[in-house]
């Protein structure tokens, strides 16, 4: 446009001339979008590109103005836009065939070919014919001043474009490090996977040993467990018989004190032999209950009776809280429930010095039966719970150390209070005492007035007949 000089003054309406580049950014933006939306739409594409540079010429054409009438030869017309088209579809096809650089700078040479055909046919198809009569409108621009607004636009426009691409080169970059290093991450990945298989490997060969090695000794403890406890028996059963003199006098009395402590000691070691074999049994897995049904008043009354002579020899006073009336009688291995109210009460006996006090109790909390033992003993560092609980576990506490065992008795009753599907728990304090307590789930109860063979033969009044009429064992100081 600015290339034409006519023999007239020539202006240009800015708003048609703004338009025209509108015009051609948004058809050719067209058909870029058309090229690209598949294979074989990028000649279709080039056409609509090169008829938007029709459209860009003509209505620039439109914002000229000059004092005369302007014509249009409408085959040239014509002609040229079919340039604009022709050509414009054959450069988005050779870009599209050949995506090298020949195929880019051939593409952009044809393109750039269609724009200048495109305009010098249509500049020909142009006539003028003067009518000095006709003036020039107000809102024109000279085309000094437009040239100067052209070349502005287009140096913005190649600085934009050399932006674009250094940021898309730098992006490139990045997108170039970043893949080697997210590359370089999952290979890292990879291999710490491997390592953790590998490490999972040896774990569970090493977890399948360890069961190996618990079953044998298991197995062991139960064997030699079992030996001993024959020629044990025998110990005890000839020590009773020279304790008693039933073949004849031993003469000197210190032979008598002599059985006695053997039998003592052999009763002790079995007792020692008992706990380790029925935790060997619980730990492989073979130890079943017997249920059957458990008045819980009797057994403990039968426990007290056996223990009440330790207590007596410890200076301990024992006391007991009758349990009430409704009462249930529990589901359970009876021999088990009593073993567990044993261990506690010896456990309570032992570590309480005198005087003391040791209390059983049972009630219902809730839907569970309860059972405690507590005393006004030595106590336990809550610290140290976890570790009065493990097997063979021992308290490394002064006055506690002081005594003898194996360290299965709070943990041999906790395993078997969950046999019977129970839990069982400690509250102590150090020089204030401990309370064990053995819970027992509802599925473990049995209705009151219910028994196994008949469910309505039982009587659930304990006043009827007290198995706790036993007389209260009072320390001997007092």
């Not at 040896?202 to 399948?208: G, K, M, T, V």
């Not at 008693?244 to 006098?249: K, Q, T, V």
Request: charged share 20%; hydrophobic share 45%; aromatic share 4%.
């Amino acid at each position: 446009m600015l290339a034409y000089r006519p023999d007239l003054p020539v202006g240009y309406n800015l708003d048609l001339t703004v338009l025209s580049v509108v015009i051609a950014v948004a058809i050719i933006w067209l058909g870029c979008a058309i090229s690209l939306s598949g294979a074989g739409w990028a000649a279709i594409g080039g056409a609509v590109a090169g008829a938007g540079i029709g459209a860009m010429h003509y209505t620039g054409m439109a914002a000229m103005h000059a004092p005369a009438n302007v014509a249009y030869d409408p085959l040239t017309v014509a002609v040229s836009l079919v340039c604009g088209v022709v050509l414009g579809a054959c450069a988005f096809h050779l870009r599209e065939r050949r995506h090298d650089l020949r195929g880019d700078v051939g593409a952009a040479a044809v393109f750039a070919l269609a724009i200048v055909a495109l305009h010098f046919t249509g500049m020909s198809a142009l006539t003028l014919e003067p009518g000095m009569g006709l003036p020039i409108p107000f809102q024109v621009t000279s085309p000094e001043w437009l040239a100067v607004a052209v070349a502005a636009v287009t140096l913005m426009i190649i600085g934009l474009s050399l932006a674009g691409s250094v940021m898309d080169q730098h992006l490139a970059e990045r997108k170039v490090l970043e893949t080697e290093r997210l590359r370089q991450h999952v290979v890292e990945l990879e291999a710490t996977k491997q390592e953790l298989e590998a490490t999972g490997a040896s774990l569970r060969d090493a977890l399948d040993r360890a069961a190996a090695s618990n079953r044998a000794k298991s197995q062991f403890l139960a064997t030699m467990s079992h030996e001993l406890r024959t020629p044990l028996n025998a110990v005890i059963g000839f020590s009773e018989l020279l304790e008693l003199e039933l073949h004849g006098a031993l003469g000197d009395r210190r032979y008598r004190d002599y059985a006695t402590s053997i039998r003592d000691s052999g009763a002790h070691l079995l007792a020692l032999i008992n706990d380790v074999l029925d935790f060997a049994k619980i730990d492989a897995g073979r130890l079943t209950l017997a249920d059957d049904e458990v008045d819980i008043p009797e057994l403990f009354a039968a426990s007290l009776r056996i223990v009440q002579g330790a207590a007596a020899d410890a200076g301990l006073e024992l006391r007991v809280d009758r349990p009430s009336a409704d009462l249930p009688r529990l589901r359970a291995d009876e021999r088990r429930v009593k073993q567990i109210v044993l261990n506690l009460l010896s456990n309570a006996i032992k570590f309480t010095p005198s005087p003391g006090t040791v209390t059983i109790a049972a009630r219902r909390r809730g839907p569970d039966l309860i059972m405690t033992v507590s005393d006004t003993g030595i106590g336990i560092a809550p610290a140290d719970f976890d570790k009065a609980l493990e097997p063979f576990g021992q308290i490394d506490n002064r006055l506690a150390r002081a005594y003898e065992g194996t360290g299965l008795g709070l943990p041999l009753c906790k395993q078997l209070v969950e046999l019977h599907g129970g839990s069982l728990s400690l509250d102590s304090e150090l020089g204030r005492g401990t309370t064990v307590t053995a819970i027992f789930p509802a599925e473990r109860q049995m209705p009151c007035g219910a028994s196994k063979a008949d469910q309505s033969d039982v009587v659930c009044d304990r006043h009827v007949t007290n198995p706790f009429a036993l007389p209260v064992l009072h320390s001997r100081a007092a």
